[in-house]
């Protein structure tokens, strides 16, 4: 038998880093697949976080979700390591039930038996179709769907992790009993705020890219919105593209929900390919100025990806928000407190970054699985 080696302890060479809630400065050891110490004696610059986790992917550098077979979401969770994610929730948009389930199948398969080196599925997010006609947003409004049996049938197959669901659409029992299975997200809601607090005290945990794409906040009825702000345990989550959602509003979220914020991209197909016209699950877009629309002007998604989301929002909240809300907090919700957290004994899923906040390399399981030196970054917007 051969003697067992151990694995080499490596440094990252950082000058800081965070630990899912501050910053500190010093070096981070890795040893196999393991944080093995922190707080060495820093680098030059630089800083190492947890890696980040984007609860919302519909597609990413020509990959499609919705259509999508194994072969090409590994390739998409390959490419993803590029922008620090280091696990991602493949999202399936608004379609039949039959290509709902066989979507989620083939997300299952990937996160069953996992592509080395190269972003981690978490299970799948079903956005739609159990949606609002009121608020689709880019959803195709003749496959909408009101069953409550359909809804819990989907939600119930194996590697669904998250959903999106309008709460005026179905009732109490029905939003507890779908988020025995995942975590339930208010999204593409007429809900009032009475309805959407209701769905909150039934189960649900999320906010589905908040300021779009549901009832607005008013004088005498604050919407889902309203009420995610207002209930101390939803978190918000938020494209901070620089597109979707305004300064000042941003602003407002972190000052009204400290601590619940989770930015996630809401990416395409299109993320990181040049302006033009592409199939997005059954829609043609147009993707120019930096936007994905449809032909009436409506946003589509985006053409994001997480690290500049980060970068945008640190402008805005500070750099410990916006890499809290890239990591422990999608992290905490999701239920997978082995992640979004960096410290000695810790999983090696980390990204490591310059001192402009770009991605230097992104290392998932111990393994570097991009490194800037290596290859070049995809075009990002």
Same mark, same amino acid.
């Given at each position: ?29 890795? *040893?196999?697949? =393991?944080?093995?110490?922190?707080? %060495? ?10 890696? +980040? ?40 948009? *608004? ?23 190269? @972003? ?12 609002? @006609? ?8 003749? &496959?909408?769907?009101? @069953? ?16 999106? &669901? ?7 029992? =029905? ?53 995610? %702000? ?42 990181? %390919? ?9 829609? @043609?877009? =147009? ?10 002007? *409506? &946003?589509?998604?985006?053409?994001? *990806? ?10 805005? +909240? ?14 905490? &919700? ?35 699985? +991009? ?11």
């Amino acid at each position: 038998m051969s003697p067992r080696v151990d694995p080499l302890p490596r440094r990252l060479g950082v000058a800081r880093y965070f630990d899912g809630t501050r910053l500190h400065p010093g070096d981070v050891e890795i *040893t196999g697949n =393991t944080v093995s110490r922190v707080g %060495l004696p820093p680098g030059p610059d630089g800083l190492a976080a947890p890696g +980040w986790i984007d609860l919302q992917v519909n597609g990413f550098a020509g990959v499609d979700v919705l259509h999508a077979g194994e072969a090409e979401l590994r390739a998409m969770a390959t490419r993803l390591a590029a922008t620090g994610v280091t696990a991602a929730l493949p999202t399936v948009i *608004t379609a039949t039930c039959a290509d709902t389930a066989a979507a989620v199948g083939a997300i299952d398969a990937v996160c069953r038996a996992p592509e080395p080196n190269a @972003s981690r599925f978490l299970g799948a997010h079903l956005e739609g179709p159990f949606l609002s @006609s009121a608020f689709p947003g880019a959803h195709p409004t003749p &496959l909408l769907r009101t @069953s409550s049996t359909a809804l819990l049938e989907l939600t119930a197959l194996p590697g669904v992790a998250m959903t999106t &669901l309008a709460p005026e659409l179905f009732d109490d029992a =029905t939003i507890t009993a779908a988020a025995a299975s995942c975590v339930v997200s208010i999204g593409h809601s007429d809900g009032t705020a009475t309805r959407s607090r209701e769905a909150f005290a039934a189960g649900a945990g999320a906010l589905t890219h908040a300021f779009n794409a549901h009832r607005p906040i008013r004088s005498r009825d604050a919407g889902p919105l309203g009420a995610a %702000l207002t209930s101390p345990h939803a978190v918000l989550t938020v494209i901070a593209d620089g597109i979707h959602v305004a300064t000042e509003n941003l602003t407002v979220l972190h000052r009204a929900a400290p601590g619940r914020l989770a930015l996630i991209t809401d990416c395409t197909v299109a993320t990181g %390919l040049p302006n033009g016209d592409y199939s997005f699950g059954d829609l @043609s877009v =147009t993707v120019a100025d930096d936007r994905a629309m449809l032909s009436d002007g *409506t &946003l589509a998604g985006s053409v994001a *990806t997480l690290d500049h989301c980060v970068r945008v929002a640190a402008a805005t +909240w500070g750099l410990e928000v916006a890499l809290a809300a890239a990591s422990r907090i999608p992290a905490e &919700l999701l239920g997978r407190y082995d992640l979004g957290q960096l410290g000695a004994g810790s999983i090696a899923d980390l990204v490591c970054l310059d001192d402009d906040l770009r991605v230097v390399e992104t290392i998932i399981d111990g393994n570097t699985a +991009w490194a800037r030196h290596k290859e070049k970054l995809p075009a990002c917007r």
